[in-house]
């Protein structure tokens, strides 16, 4: 007879077989059989731009791949695509200039494949503009020239000089079918359809012949083009991948993620995108786990961090600054804040800095289940505008002077709880609850034990008159401003903080008064530290023996909150 063992186990067995005769049942033997999990075989692959070569299998530091087009090419075509505990390794102090493509990786939890570096000196760069490529002209298509991109390349967007171009969609150009243009007439076709001022393969489409193709604007030889890769690093339908210790600089977006689970972003460096930094789209599919930590995000033309329709998001301990509208001379366009949150849940936000962004620190739309805390955020155009159901912002420190506070609204049923944050040196408005009605809103917001130093409106109720109030309450906070103290309750200004909380029934326990901030000009995180004598210490409220939160409560530094007979004000 035949025996098969078991498909999988725990640890090594030893078991005894025992054979008995058809024949004669009374005849047997036994015998001793080991049984252990072979050894998982791995690779690790290498790829060097200044002394690999597109013959060597990439196996070893000496048979460097040369170029990103064998990721691609290997994850995509091989017959033995990458396989779990593999490891992709770019030389440090090689510099490449494509993208990295990657899809339908399936790493594990005790075997991730890892895309990353080896060597010594400064990690390795990848530009994603293609300010290396060579142009030649078409013959037949005067003013068309031909560059090639590299296999798996997904063009974004193209510019000459500082004027984007127009995509030419391929479909429409060969009648709404699909266009193969590896075929000579379809080409001609496509190639004919070119107006001045344009390129292709449109955006999405994965080169073929790994070619893209430009009309100058003038009809001339182009001097100065720049064909920007969607991504740096493009992942899509793939598990259990890191993606760590690479320097990313311009391209559309940084890394961008989709239809994956379990993806580990860390430890890399972009800059100069004209889009997003890092964007995991669960859009297509779903994005579930990913963790995104340690990177360093600056010069960005929308957000530099950013989730959409994912679950289960961490970014954690990132640094990002500089979000603007012009990126390498460019105008760029989007929301501009530092991170953005779009109905996604269960998103975990904690410990980034945040700074020098035109918006908000960060930005959210339709989220559920989320929680910010412990970031630094400074010189932000806003701090934000929590804008969901179930969320959690606590013990963060906003120092955004000459900038709004945070302007929260509830778009479902479950409580907003907003707590021990600082919101130092905001204009407009400090503490805001703004009209959740009109998003179909029913769950409470919560204010506690926050501190707004300010130079305008402290605490705004319900700005419109749709805005019921009903389920918005504010309470143990400490505000002080050194110009003119208002607030707004359901459209009524009330200038002075007594007649507010006479008026409003709010803020009963809550102090107006000068936090006495261990530094009179604060500028770092430990510069918000209480001294010993602010009427924000002891003298906030607890929410865990009042049961707004479920576990015990640590402040910004990791100090476990209480200290003394009730918490402090404010985020220490």
């Known amino acids: 007879g035949l025996y098969t063992a078991p498909s999988s186990i725990l640890t090594p067995q030893t078991v005894t077989v025992t054979a008995r005769s058809a024949a004669d049942p009374t005849k047997s033997a036994s015998g001793v059989v080991s049984l252990q999990t072979p050894p998982v075989v791995t690779h690790t692959y290498y790829i060097s731009s200044s002394s690999g070569s597109a013959s060597n299998d990439g196996l070893s530091s000496g048979s460097a791949w ?12 091989s017959a033995s695509p990458f396989a779990a505990g593999d490891q992709i390794l770019l030389k440090q ?5 494509g993208m990295i493509t990657v899809g339908r990786l399936a790493g594990t939890a005790s075997s991730p494949i890892v895309i990353g570096r080896y060597g010594t000196g400064p990690n390795p760069i990848i530009y994603g503009d293609n300010h290396t490529a060579s142009l030649t002209a078409v013959h037949g298509h005067p003013g068309v020239y031909v560059t090639t991109v590299g296999s798996g390349s997904i063009m974004s967007t193209v510019y000459e000089g500082t004027t984007e171009l127009t995509s030419i969609n391929v479909f429409s150009a060969c009648g709404g079918s699909m266009c193969n243009l590896n075929n000579l007439a379809n080409l001609n076709t496509y190639l004919s359809s070119f107006t001045p001022g344009s390129w292709g393969p449109y955006a999405g489409w994965i080169s073929p012949n790994n070619s893209l193709w430009i009309k100058t604007v003038d009809g001339n030889a182009p001097s100065s083009v720049l064909a920007f890769d969607q991504a740096a690093v493009y992942i899509n339908n793939s598990q259990y991948l890191t993606v760590q210790n690479l320097d990313l600089r311009r391209t559309w977006q940084g890394i961008y993620v989709s239809n994956s689970s379990n993806i580990t972003v860390q430890n890399n460096s972009i800059q100069d995108t004209l889009s997003l930094g890092i964007y995991l789209n669960g859009a ?16 960005t033309g929308d957000n530099a961090l950013y989730t959409y329709l994912s679950t289960n998001t961490t970014f954690r301990g990132n640094t990002v600054s500089n979000v603007t509208n012009t990126i390498l001379g460019l105008r760029t366009s989007g929301d501009e804040c530092g991170i953005g949150l779009q109905q996604s849940t269960n998103t975990l936000v904690e410990h980034n800095s945040v700074s020098n962004t035109v918006s908000a620190c960060v930005d959210y739309y339709y989220e559920t289940g989320s929680t910010v805390r412990y970031n630094y955020c400074y010189g932000n155009g806003a701090a934000g505008s929590p804008h969901g159901t179930g969320l959690s912002v606590y013990y963060n420190i906003f120092n955004e002077s000459g900038a709004t506070g945070i302007n929260v609204i509830n778009t479902g049923a479950s409580t907003d709880l907003i707590y021990n944050n600082v919101f130092y040196g905001t204009i407009g408005y ?13 769950g409470a917001i919560i204010f506690r034990n926050n501190i707004v130093y300010g130079s305008g409106n402290l605490m705004e109720r319900g700005y419109a008159t749709n805005e019921s109030g009903t389920n918005v309450t504010s309470d143990y906070n400490l505000f002080y401003t050194t110009g003119t103290p208002y607030f707004i309750n359901l459209g009524t200004f009330y200038y002075g903080f007594a007649a507010y909380q006479a008026a409003s029934g709010q803020d009963g326990h809550s102090v107006f008064g000068n936090p006495l901030f261990a530094s009179s000009t604060p500028v770092a995180a430990t510069d918000f530290v209480l001294q ?4 924000g210490v002891n003298a906030g409220v607890n929410l865990l023996t009042g049961g707004m939160v479920s576990s015990a409560q ?3 530094a990791g ?14």
């Open 66 to 77: 040369r170029s990103l087009n064998n990721i691609y090419l290997k994850g995509y075509y």
């Open 93 to 97: 102090g090689d510099i490449w200039d």
């Open 284 to 299: 297509s599919g779903s994005n579930t786990n990913s963790l995104v930590q340690a990177n360093m995000i600056t010069r």
């Open 430 to 442: 400090g503490l805001m609850a703004g009209d959740s009605v009109s998003d179909g809103g029913t």
């Open 532 to 535: 010993s004598l602010s009427p």
């Open 554 to 556: 640590v402040d910004y």
């Open 559 to 572: 100090v476990s909150v209480p200290q003394g007979s009730r918490p402090n004000i404010g985020a220490h």
